[in-house]
C-alpha cells in the first residue's frame, strides 16, 4: 500500500464544497438520514473537525476520495468552504485501494459497499498487474481482515435481486433493518453447508433463500446466529454421525415456508442431544486424561478445590453405577 | 439544482411535496439551492411565496428534530421572512415521538408536511415567517388579566394570526372596534352619548367619546386605541416594496399584534373604571 502511494504529495487547502465532485468510483450506496442528521447538527456546532480528501484531476477538478457525507452537509449548511487534504491524481486502482484503506481504519462502511469496491479492485488489480490478487495481498492493499474479505466475496456472490433487497434495506435505520447484511452472510454460509453435503437443495437454492427471507421477516427465525444451528444440523452426519434420512427430513421442515418450527425448535428435536453427548464425551476424555496423569504425581499436590470436585464426581458416578 | 444528485430519502420526501406546492402555487420550486449567500442553510425544497416572502420545506427523519432547530434560530436572525416547513414520513408523524415533536414544531411557528408510504404528500399545519412567530407562552402572559370574553375573541384572532399573520392584525384590530362600538352603545343607553357616533366611523366615533365628560378620566385609552387604529390598523392592506420593507412590514405584524392587544387590555379596563363593563 505505501509502495502504491508513496509518490503522493498532500497540501490542505480551503475548497467550495460546491466544486468538489462525487467520486465515481466511489462505492458507498448508503446515507442513512439519521447518521445525516447527526453529523449536520455536529458540524452545526463545531464545524468540519477532519478535512475531507480529494485529488485534483487533469481538468482541474477537484474529486472525492474520503468525505461523501460531510461535502452533503456542507453543501446543506450552505458552508461557503471546508478544509480538504489535496493530492494528485491516482490511478483508477490507486483511488479504490486509497477510499478502501481510509474506510477499513476509519470509518466503517456497510459489508455490501466494501464488498463492491473490492470487486472493482479485483476487476482494476487483474488489468493493472496482469493477476489477480491473493487474500493475502488483497488484505495488506486494503486494509481489510482476510475474515473482511471472506464476508465480502459471500456478499458478492448472492444473485443480485438478493443484493437489491439488501439495498432497500440498507437505507433504513440500523434498528429497523430486519433482513442484514449480518443475515445475508450468516444464512449464506449456512447454506453453502448445506449445499455442500446435501447437493441435492443447490438447485433450489433461491427458493431456499425466499423462505427464510419470508421466515425472517415472519419473526420465525429470531436471530441470525440460528443459522450456525442449521450449519450444525447439516455437519451432524459427519461430526456425531445422525442418519442422512433424518437431517433430510429436518432440513426439508427448515426449508418449507409452511412450517412454523423454528430453526431452534428443529435442532433441539434432531442433534441437539447428540451434539451434547458429543461435547461431555470430549470433556470425560479431558478429566481422564488428567487422572492418568495426576496418578504419577502426588494427589495432595492437585488444587484442593479440583480435589473436591473430584470427589464429588467419584459419589455421583458410585451412586449412577450401583443403581 | 435536480433531485438526481440528492440522497434517496430527501428525494422520496421532498418530491411529492414539491409537487403539492406546484399545484397550489404554480412557481418556481428549487431544490437544494441557497436562499442567500449569508444564511448557512439550504432548505430540500424552496420557493418566493410573493415577492418578499419565502416558503422552504426541509425534509427531516421526524418532525422536529435538533438541526431544525438550530436552522430556525439561524432564520430569526437572518431578518428574512422565511417560513419553514419540516417534511417527514407520515409513520414517524404517527409515532408517539412524532406526535411530541409536531407540536413543538407547530408551537415554534413552523409547518409540518407528511408523506405516507405510497408518496402522497398532506400538509399537518401550516407554518409562519418565523420573525412574525409569537409562543404561546408569551401570548398567554399577555392576556392574562383580561377578562374571559374578550380573551376568547383575542385567542381567535390569535388564530387567524397563527395561519397569515396579516390577517391576524386584521383580526386583533376587529376585536378593538367591536369593543369601541360595545362601550358607545352603552354610553348612548346611559344617556352619554348621542346615536349618531355609534354609525361613525372608527376614528372619529373615538374622538366623540374623547370629548365625551364622563369619559375624561379613559382619555389615555381611548388615545391609544386611536394611536392602534392609525398605527396599525392598515398593515394587512400594505405592499412592502423591497425586501428591507417586507421585513418591517412582518416585524410590524407581530408589534402591531401586541399593540393590538395592550390596546384593547387598558380599553376595556378604563370603561371598566367609568362604569361601563365589557364582555
Redesign the interface.
Known sequence: MAKLLSHQHLSLKQISPDVIQSNPDNPRLFFRPEEMEELEVSIQKIGIQVPVSVFEDINGNFVLIDGERRTRCARKLNLHTIPALVQKQPSPLQNLLLMSSIHALREKWDYLTIALNLEKILLLYGKEKGEKPNESTLSKDTGLSRGQIRRCMLLLNIPSHYRDELKIELEKKKSDQVITEDFFLEMEGALRAVNRRFPEYEESVDEIRDVLIKKRREGIIGAVTDFRKLTKIATSPENIGTERRTIKRALDQIFNSNNKSTIEDIYNETVQFAYAEKRIGVQVSAVTKFIDEALLIKVDSIDEELLAELKGLYFKLKKIFKD | MSWD?A????RALGEPVQSFLFKRHRKLIKI?E?IE?S????PTIYFEASEFSIIAAD???TPF???LM?TKTKIANAHLPITIYSICSEDAFLTREGQREANELKAHGMGLFTVSVDGVATKQFSGIPIINHIPVAEFDAYISGIPKGIASRINDAFDSYNSTPTVGVTAISDVLEGLVYDAIGAAIKKGWMTKSSATKMLAPALDDMAGTKEFKACAAAIGGARGFIKGYRNTANHNPRTRKAAYNKYVKCKQAFFAGIQAIDSFQAAMKSSGIRLK
Not at chain 2, 440522497?7 to 430527501?10: S, W, Y
Open positions: 444528485t440522497n434517496p430519502h430527501d437544494n441557497e449567500s444564511l448557512s442553510w439550504r425534509v427531516k427523519v428534530p435538533e438541526s438550530l
